[in-house]
């Protein structure tokens, strides 16, 4: 009996020796700070489409250069400079590229303007002269280059611009009046800010100046072709919406 106790006890001594031993060999439980989560930077790359809508301010010259006799105005004189102001509404599309922080791409648009003129001008050779400037839409195809700070991106703009332009001018006498419905073409410079708000959705505000340059017209009266020279140049103010791939 006395051996079978010892027995006992040196079983339940070594079992006691062995679980602590492997206790030991395992480490203790350290708490580890899961790592904080990357973030990354919104990529402006790749296409987008979107619409604007604002305010086009339509400034035109209209110059006499007379023919065989002064038409209205003496010669070389410009008698009407309007500047009016018109709601323009559209779409853009384009293609962002991204080098770092520098975005560069294209972007082309096109806007229809409601943007008329008229005035009726007494004037000092067969006068009155009654004329009217019309703006019915205008596009663009330009270069952007901006730099990006987080989700906004400041850029500025160039290349062609085209728009439609009608003139109209006419005196008492005058058999053919002078009408002019042409689409013009030349250039535009300018500049915005954009921001991306979620994941494929930006807003932007940008201003852009264009310049048509030169053009003549002709009315024939008073036995004679009559030439009237007139310039075009608009400004546009726009705020517009773009969905990003």
Do not use: C
């Amino acid at each position: 009996m006395g051996g079978m106790r010892r027995y006992l006890l040196a079983t339940v001594s070594a079992a006691a020796l062995s679980t602590g031993a492997m206790a030991a060999d395992i480490p203790a439980r350290v708490p580890v700070k899961a790592p904080p989560p990357v973030v990354v930077a919104p990529s402006w790359a790749g296409f987008y489409i979107g619409i604007n809508a604002g305010v086009a301010w339509h400034r035109a010259e209209f110059t006499d250069f007379g023919g065989p006799t002064p038409f209205a105005f003496p010669r070389g004189t410009t008698y009407w400079s309007p500047n009016e102001a018109g709601f323009t509404g559209g779409g853009q599309i384009g293609y962002n590229f991204q080098s770092g922080n520098f975005v560069y791409g294209v972007e082309a648009d096109f806007n229809f303007v409601s943007n008329k003129s008229s005035v009726t001008l007494p004037a000092p050779f067969f006068g009155p002269l009654t004329t009217t400037t019309k703006l019915d839409w205008m596009g663009t195809v330009r270069g952007r280059l901006g730099v990006t700070f987080s989700p906004t991106l400041f850029y500025v703009t160039g290349g062609w611009a085209f728009a439609h332009f009608q003139d109209t001018w006419t005196i008492p006498g005058i058999t053919v009046p002078g009408n002019v419905d042409k689409t013009r073409s030349g250039w535009t410079v300018g500049g915005g800010i954009e921001h991306m708000f979620a994941r494929n959705w930006t807003a932007k505000i940008e201003a852009l100046y264009a310049d048509f340059g030169k053009g003549d017209g002709f009315a024939t009266g008073f036995g004679g072709t009559y030439r009237t020279r007139f310039e075009h140049e608009v400004v546009t103010v726009r705020g517009g919406l773009n969905y990003k791939w």
